[in-house]
């Protein structure tokens, strides 16, 4: 998107007060298309752990615990690590081009972890380029010969554009030309000459009388904030920018620079400013450049009517039907897990954001996969992060959507990977609505009046018929400032005729020329009044865009405030529920432990009534012992008794 962005998908983005002929009323559907693309393997790890069965099936073997296992993943295609830069452009980004001119918008972004191709894929190297190269070779190979003049059409700032007249349109092509910086909005040329071409493909056009316009923005979110890299300031520091819904709901870049580009080389300069942006802002922050997702984004305006006047000079007629798509093209940050590249401070900040993107683009193709299958209307959280806000007109029918999945098949990678490919081959479930091309009534806007046409200076034959005391009234033409200084000199030499070199004359004309001093100074003074209201009012202006640029950095700030917030609530939720977690460990505990000592009691008592029981049987069997030995002792000591009481008797 790299392209002077509106974001907005849709070829809808227009100005408020336009109206739409033809409203997307299609309903087809189509599924997200996602493409896998393996990395070739390096020397340090030659063996793989995928297999390409098929163009549509990969196999991964992953051995957990000693066991192998085999999983199989299913895509629209797969290209082999022997893939072309070039096969990949025909088959995915192709068909997008051939959208783009006809009216239709896509989204392609490529998807993986570090490392595993994406930016290869998508931007290529100098001696390979990727997708987003051949695609801009191949736009202006297409409409070469059928290009509108610059600045006919001009970006409203508001997600649509504004069309003006072709005498408009010069007055800012001279403006460009005057004060040699390309206004506005372009960007300066580079030095290098950038000699790419991807062997003169072209799309076909279908109607030869239309003319169309290239725009691009190219910005890029990091930290979860947006910002534009084509912006022009002074300093290294870019600007925060918020995403804006226009009047149609669709998402938008508010501010960011579009850049209206004539030529494949002008396109490549635009991205190059933007990366160079890129790597100036982040030495300053101490970061990393691929820790960002990138949107170069790829804006067509078509108008389908073409006139031309006698001198063969372009007439736009008062109202325009015009035509605007868009493809974004998005090189995601590479997903990772924070643990495996131990990272710190920034490092740490950047690899969770990255993470909490990625993992809200995850919910969002899960949660719309829901919605689809059980007919739910759950709401959908694309606000939750900036990628998936910037991108909900995508998934809510208003262009195709389309993912590279990159794949290194390191077995080092594996684990990583795994996560990958699962998210990738479910959001093949979510179903978009085919994107429909959507013409729009436009009307010209006009600043530079009409000329009127210069009055001719019909003066009859002056010396025969002039009125000597009524000077005629003489319009300044300057297109014919020869035939108006013959007619000043005819008037003169009729009024002199008629009034002779005398007094009378001289006096009629030194009253004129007082009354034309008069009128002048009377002007002048209207000329300094208006000077001043303007000035006044460009005062007021000024300030009322400061007071602007204010409110739209404190919501910026606001909104960073908010996600802070959210992230730190999450934090303090996860904490609460981790303490509710060990809160209700302890109460488990606690209730083993009663219970424990429930039973402990319960076999203590049993065990004491049986002692007791065991007692009391030893008491009663020992009483009877000595009973039965006191029995036995009395019965002795009778026996003695008797003996004795025997004796005595004796
Ligand atoms: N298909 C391929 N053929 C040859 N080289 C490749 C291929 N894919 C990637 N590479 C090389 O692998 C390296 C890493 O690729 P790249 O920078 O595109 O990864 P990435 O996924 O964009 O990483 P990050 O997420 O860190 O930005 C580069 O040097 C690139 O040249």
């Known amino acids: 998107m790299f392209a002077a962005t509106k974001f907005t998908p849709t070829p809808r983005r227009l100005r408020r007060e336009k109206t739409t002929i033809s409203s997307s009323s299609s309903t087809e559907k189509q599924p997200v298309f996602v493409y896998c693309r393996l990395k070739p393997l390096n020397n340090e790890e030659p063996t793989s752990c995928m297999k390409v069965l098929s163009s549509q099936e990969l196999a991964v073997t992953q051995e957990v ?45 490529t998807y993986g ?68 910086n390309r206004t506005p909005k372009t960007p ?48 290294v520091k870019l600007q925060n920018k918020i995403l804006r819904e226009d009047s149609r709901r669709n998402m938008y870049v508010n501010g960011v620079t579009e850049v209206e580009v004539k030529s494949a080389q002008e396109a490549f300069e635009a991205f190059n400013a933007g990366q160079r942006r890129k790597k100036m802002a982040y030495t300053c922050l101490n970061a990393e450049s691929s820790r960002s997702h990138s949107i170069f984004n790829i804006r067509v305006v078509q108008f389908e009517q073409e006139t031309y006047d006698s001198k063969g000079k372009l007439v736009i007629p008062e109202t325009n039907v015009i035509t605007i798509s868009q493809l974004s093209l998005v090189d995601l940050a590479g997903s990772e897990r924070t643990n495996r590249t131990q990272n710190t401070g920034v490092r740490l900040k950047e690899a969770s954001s990255i993470n909490n993107s990625l993992m809200t683009l995850r919910t969002c193709m899960e949660m ?20 998936t806000y910037l991108f909900k007109n995508y998934f ?38 085919k994107p429909e091309p959507v013409p729009t009534v436009v009307t010209t806007k006009r600043t530079i009046k009409k ?13 025969t018929h002039i009125n000597c005391s009524q000077i ?39 009253v004129q020329a007082d009354e034309v001093r008069r009128r002048i100074v009377t002007l002048d003074k209207e000329n300094i009044l208006s000077k001043e209201e303007v000035q006044r009012l460009q005062l007021m202006g000024r300030k009322l865009h400061q007071k602007l640029q204010r409110r739209d950095a404190k919501i910026a700030m606001l909104e960073e405030e908010k996600v802070g917030q959210a992230m730190k609530q999450a934090e303090l939720q996860n904490v609460v529920s981790n303490l509710h977690n060990v809160i209700d460990e302890k109460d488990l505990k606690l209730n083993q432990n009663k219970l424990d000592k429930e039973k402990t009691k319960q076999r203590l008592a049993v065990h004491s009534e049986k002692m007791n029981k065991e007692l009391d049987e030893k008491l009663r069997r020992q009483r009877e012992h000595l009973a039965a030995s006191m029995k036995a002792k009395e019965i002795q000591i009778q026996k003695v008794r008797e003996a004795l009481n025997a004796e005595v008797i004796k």
Do not use: W
């Not at 919605?371 to 992060?385: G, H, I, L, M, W």
């Open 472 to 510: 005629p009234l003489l319009k300044l033409d300057l297109c014919a400032l020869d035939e108006c200084e013959n007619m000043i000199n005819k008037v003169y030499t009729s009024l002199k005729q008629c009034y002779g070199t005398t007094d009378k004359f001289d006096k009629q004309i030194t």
């Open 188 to 235: 300066r040329r580079a030095q290098e000459k950038i000699n790419f071409t991807n062997d003169g493909v072209s799309i076909p056009l279908t109607n030869e009388k239309t003319l169309y316009s290239v725009f691009v923005t190219y910005v890029e979110i990091y930290n979860n904030s947006v910002y534009d890299l084509l912006e022009e300031c002074s300093g």
């Open 113 to 180: 972890i570090t490392g595993s191709g994406k930016t290869y894929t998508l931007t290529g190297e100098q001696d390979n380029p990727g997708i987003m190269p051949r695609c801009i070779d191949t736009i202006f190979n297409s409409i070469e010969a059928h290009q509108a003049p610059k600045y006919i059409l001009k970006p409203d700032r508001m997600n649509g554009f504004e069309i003006q007249t072709e005498d408009d349109a010069m007055q800012d092509r001279f403006h460009e030309v005057r004060t040699g």
């Open 451 to 463: 000329p009127a046409t210069p009055a001719r200076i019909k003066m009859p034959a002056l010396s």
């Open 368 to 387: 719309l996969r829901e919605n689809q299958r059980s007919k739910a209307n759950k709401v959908v959280p694309y606000r939750d992060s900036k990628l």
């Open 396 to 433: 809510e029918g208003d262009g195709s959507v389309q993912m590279i999945v990159c794949i290194n098949p390191s077995v080092r990678d594996l684990e990583e990977n795994l996560h990958v490919l699962k998210f990738a081959e479910m959001s093949q479930d979510v179903k978009v609505i």
């Open 65 to 109: 615990k000693g066991t192998k296992k085999e999983l199989c993943y299913k895509f629209k295609h797969i290209f082999t690590s022997y893939t072309t830069q070039r096969e990949i452009f025909d088959h995915i980004a192709y068909p997008l081009l051939d959208d783009l001119l006809h009216g239709k918008n896509g989204l392609l972004f």
